[in-house]
């Protein structure tokens, strides 16, 4: 109220300099300052406050309840007061009034829909069929594509689950468009339309025909994906249309919301309240692509580890550089596995596809009692793998653990069996190898170092978390229900950070034998990086968490916290585990 009367006073100051005795002059005048307005805008302010208090309407149907209460009256006596009361229930004021109440209560007066619009008088047979279609546009975009088909009409191409137009149920896929706001779109291209569009103020009215795919897209089920790609629309010539896209990284879980088209899903992160679907390349379209990739790289550089000339000092372990003598830090066992050229084992297929491109997974939480996830940690040789384990395990011993080894070589003095190794004969090393009994093995100076998958059973049944590092290769092998490992890639940082933070580190020398350990050098970091570059670009698919192990003390707080993540929140692990008549057990 305010506000108007200060728009009126405003008004007639503005205007006094243009009052100049016209007749249009003194009715704008008369107008501005007659009651009628003034009484108008009372009104308006009674309306407002009871706008703000709601009023509830006692009786909807005042109007019949005034007719029965005359029609009672009549049959009573003509005392004086009954006689006014009649009167006054006939005044035509009184019964216009109780009308509007009655009209206010029962709301019944919502405005009427605008006639639609009439259709033009060309129309031709085809036209029976043509639906009207009136929108009302808000901020948020239509969520429909449209495109060109063959035989230049055109139609709309996608609706985007939980997007205005999927929300209306009245547009569907496949409908021919034949006019946007009365104006016609066969002869105009896509991109055309819009402007058009953009420029429509709150309603939007759509003439199509209606097209046959419409109820194919609800038909679809839900399915959550790890995205093994990272993806951004901008960035890709082939998708329909960019603003439709979906951006994620390697690691997101998607949940798929349509794949009715072959070679584009709709999808949403699962974790983010918007609920409309961007589009996705289905798995057959990025199988084809990283397949038409895969050339190059095979062709890039492979330097997963040194060749390894057999000098270094079997003795060397992490006891001697650390003082800690625990199982499966050994220097010498993890020296042979570097040594491993035999692959010894394929992939069980339980890996999503050749060509990673999405993983279908499922939630998972740890049931109470229930076994640890078997906890992988990989990385490029000298990376800080070991040092980021030692920690683990002995900031809480009771906790974690790690599996202890098998070998062939002599006992030393004061190494026990089943404790730093179980010393085996060189027969029962290869009979255990053919058994298939080795998650990894080597050899090493003519002696047989190797991780049995029973020696990981034991860890996990004394309900410890196992923590094993292995070359990343190895990783398909035990990608099974039986272990849900939980893959940690260990990643040096930049060159200048790396050569930075180990400026003191030691490493195995492999050229002086006499001295057991040397400073990193210049091509150690460069080793180290690209190898790191190699292992993530072959198997990045696997790596459910990427460590930088820049500052050790922050690499290993990092590492800590996200092991009590595993334990507390839900995880998403592959769809196959989750259902034990496909797990395919290790020997
Ligand atoms: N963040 C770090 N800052 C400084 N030094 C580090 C860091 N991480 C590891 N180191 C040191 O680097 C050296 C190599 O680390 P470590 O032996 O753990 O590597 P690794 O990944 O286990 O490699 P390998 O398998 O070849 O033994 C060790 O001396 C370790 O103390």
Not at 91 to 103: C, E, N, Q, R, T
Request: aromatic share 8%; glycine share 6%.
């Amino acid at each position: 109220m305010n506000g108007v009367c200060r728009l009126l006073a405003s008004l007639l100051y503005g205007l006094e300099s243009y009052m100049d005795g016209t007749p249009d002059s003194i009715f704008l005048q008369d107008m501005l300052m007659g009651n009628t307005l003034h009484l108008l805008i009372k009104v308006y302010d009674r309306l407002q406050r009871f706008k703000a208090q709601r009023p509830i309407p006692v009786e909807c149907d005042a109007e019949r309840l005034t007719q029965e209460l005359a029609e009672e009256l009549h049959t009573k006596e003509a005392s004086p007061e009954v006689v006014e009361l009649l009167f006054l229930l006939s005044k035509p004021h009184l019964m216009g009034l109780l009308f509007v109440h009655d009209a206010v209560a029962q709301k019944d007066y919502e405005p009427e829909l605008p006639p639609t619009p009439p259709l033009p008088d060309d129309s031709d047979e085809e036209e029976e069929s043509v639906k009207i279609i009136r929108l009302v546009k808000s901020q948020e975009p239509l969520g429909a594509t449209i495109k060109r088909v063959s035989t230049g009409a055109i139609v709309v191409a996608r609706i985007m689950k939980g997007g205005a137009a999927d929300l209306s149920g009245l547009i569907h896929e496949g409908d021919e468009l034949r006019e946007v706001n009365g104006v016609p779109v066969e002869d105009k291209n896509p991109e055309d339309i819009i402007p058009i569009l953009a420029q429509s103020d709150g309603a939007v009215t759509f003439k199509v025909i209606p097209g046959t795919k419409g109820e194919l897209a609800a038909k679809d089920a839900k399915v959550f994906v790890r995205a093994l790609f990272d993806y951004n629309p901008i960035d890709d010539p082939a998708i329909p249309c960019k603003e439709a896209g979906l951006v994620f990284r390697k690691g997101d879980i998607l949940e798929i919301m349509s794949q009715g088209d072959d070679t584009w899903w709709q999808a949403r992160h699962h974790d983010k309240a918007k609920p409309r679907a961007g589009l996705i390349p289905s798995r057959r379209l990025q199988e084809k692509r990283v397949a038409l990739r895969r050339p190059e790289a095979l062709f890039h550089p492979q330097r997963h580890s040194k060749p390894d000339t057999g000098k270094r000092n079997e003795g060397a372990d992490y006891g001697a550089i650390s003082g800690i003598h625990v199982a499966g830090l050994r220097r010498s066992f993890r020296l042979s596995r570097r040594e491993a050229q035999d692959r010894w084992r394929k992939s069980d297929g339980q890996v999503a596809s050749q060509f990673p491109t999405y993983q279908e997974v499922v939630p998972y939480h740890k049931e109470p009692g229930a076994q640890h996830r078997l906890v992988l940690l990989v990385g490029p040789a000298g990376v800080g793998v070991s040092e980021l384990k030692k920690k683990l395990l002995i900031s809480d011993p009771e906790r974690f653990d790690v599996a202890v080894p098998h070998t062939t070589r002599a006992p030393r003095k004061q190494e026990r069996g089943g404790v730093e190794y179980h010393f085996v004969s060189r027969h029962t090393f290869e009979k255990n190898i053919l058994e298939r009994k080795f998650i990894e093995y080597g050899e090493y100076k003519g002696n047989y170092y190797g991780t049995s998958v029973n020696s990981v059973h034991k860890v996990l049944e004394e309900h410890k978390v196992c923590l094993l590092d292995v070359e990343p290769s190895t990783i398909k092998d035990i990608y099974t229900a039986e272990f849900k490992p939980y893959v940690i890639f260990v990643k040096p940082p930049p060159l200048e950070q790396l050569q930075l933070s180990r400026r003191k580190a030691k490493v195995i020398s492999n050229e002086d034998e006499a001295k057991p350990t040397k400073t990193f050098t210049e091509e150690d970091f460069e080793d180290m990086i690209a190898c790191a570059q190699v292992m993530e670009s072959e198997y990045g698919h696997f790596f459910e968490k990427i460590i930088v192990n820049d500052d050790l003390a922050m690499a290993f707080n990092e590492l800590r916290a996200e092991q009590s993540r595993l334990e507390t929140e839900t995880q998403w692990i592959p769809k196959t585990w989750a259902q034990p008549c496909s797990d395919r057990n290790l020997k």
